[in-house]
């Protein structure tokens, strides 16, 4: 997971931006009556709208807790049950889900995420999507997730928005800025989808230093003369093995094996260094090791910029345990 740091400007911007249009929109098209539900979305639009993941959380039990014949214990409860199979629900378990859901159907018809955030003439969406200005996918770093506009604003393509809160479990966040991750189609519909992830126990996109939790390995069994990718990290750092093993990273590398022999390949055929090889060879081009590297390994050698083109985070460690560049 490649974390998106909100001090960049681009990332401050989007977020300004962000609070403006859904301030606008839910004020305008949906908060005219006064009902508990669109009461206590007006007392609390601010953090709503940009409040920050643990804020978000707070705000979700307040609500329900305000609502009444519903409790935040209640909410709680139903988040269970939903997570259970359907024939091993008890009666009241699925009353309760009954009662949930439908005040959930009242929040979709308020938060409106799939009439207006996707399907609206603004398309939105892909304005929030050229703002963070993400090009890979937040969560495996393996595909892009480029937004293309043509210049007559023709919408081409974006990258998909994931509810770290799931939509399907927490309707008021459907359209919160800390809660839309952009993410691959993979990532968003299939790797994660709606499974549950809570703050004390993942780590969210928007956590620092998210890069140091975690370090791609692998493994070569001579007998099959097969390569395994696999995830090390601080085995004390319970939180973050499950963010990764919830997100199936280490399975999806393991599709991908083929970048890591090609990696191992260029260990066993240059002895030197292979950066400074590509640089002498060609004195006159005045490429710096940042730029060679790019051109060596498609991928960027900066971690700030490792959102800016697939598989940066993955060649970077394999690269610095094969020693073919230095580690940290």
């Not at 269970?80 to 889900?97: C, F, G, P, Q, S």
Request: proline share 4%.
């Amino acid at each position: 997971m490649i974390s998106i740091d909100d001090t960049l400007p681009n990332v401050i911007k989007a977020k300004a931006e962000h609070y403006k249009v859904i301030n606008t929109y839910l004020r305008r098209s949906h908060l005219q009556k006064n009902t508990p539900v669109t009461d206590f979305i007006k007392d609390n639009l601010d953090d709503l709208i940009n409040g920050k993941p643990d804020e978000l959380e707070v705000l979700n039990k307040q609500f329900y807790d305000s609502i009444p014949r519903f409790t935040a214990n209640g909410y709680q409860s139903y988040l269970v049950a939903l997570e259970k199979n359907r024939h091993r629900r008890t009666w009241a378990e699925r009353r309760l889900i009954r009662r949930y859901n439908k005040l959930r159907a009242k929040l979709y018809k308020i938060i409106n995420y799939e009439d207006w955030f996707i399907s609206s003439p603004k398309l939105y969406a892909y304005q929030l999507a050229e703002n963070l200005d993400r090009t890979t996918c937040t969560y495996c770093n393996r595909l892009y997730t480029n937004t293309v506009i043509t210049e007559d604003g023709a919408k081409v393509m974006r990258p998909q928005f994931d509810h770290w809160f799931p939509k399907s479990k927490f309707p008021l966040l459907a359209l919160s800025f800390y809660n839309l991750i952009p993410s691959c189609s993979v990532c968003n519909s299939s790797t994660k989808g709606d499974t549950l992830f809570e703050l004390n126990s993942h780590y969210h996109p928007y956590d620092k230093g998210i890069l140091d939790k975690f370090t791609f390995s692998y493994d070569y069994e001579k007998s099959l003369d097969t390569y395994t990718v696999k995830i090390a990290h601080n085995t004390l750092d319970v939180k973050a093995k499950k963010t990764f093993d919830d997100l199936n990273l280490a399975t999806i590398y393991n599709a991908h094996t083929s970048e890591l022999k090609d990696l191992i390949t260029i260990k066993k055929k240059y002895t030197k260094n292979y950066i400074d090889t590509i640089q002498k060879a060609y004195p006159s081009s005045g490429l710096s090791y940042d730029e060679t590297y790019r051109l060596a390994f498609g991928t960027e050698y900066k971690e700030e910029n490792f959102h800016q083109r697939p598989f940066s985070k993955f060649k970077k460690d394999i690269l610095a345990e094969l020693k073919i560049i230095p580690s940290k």
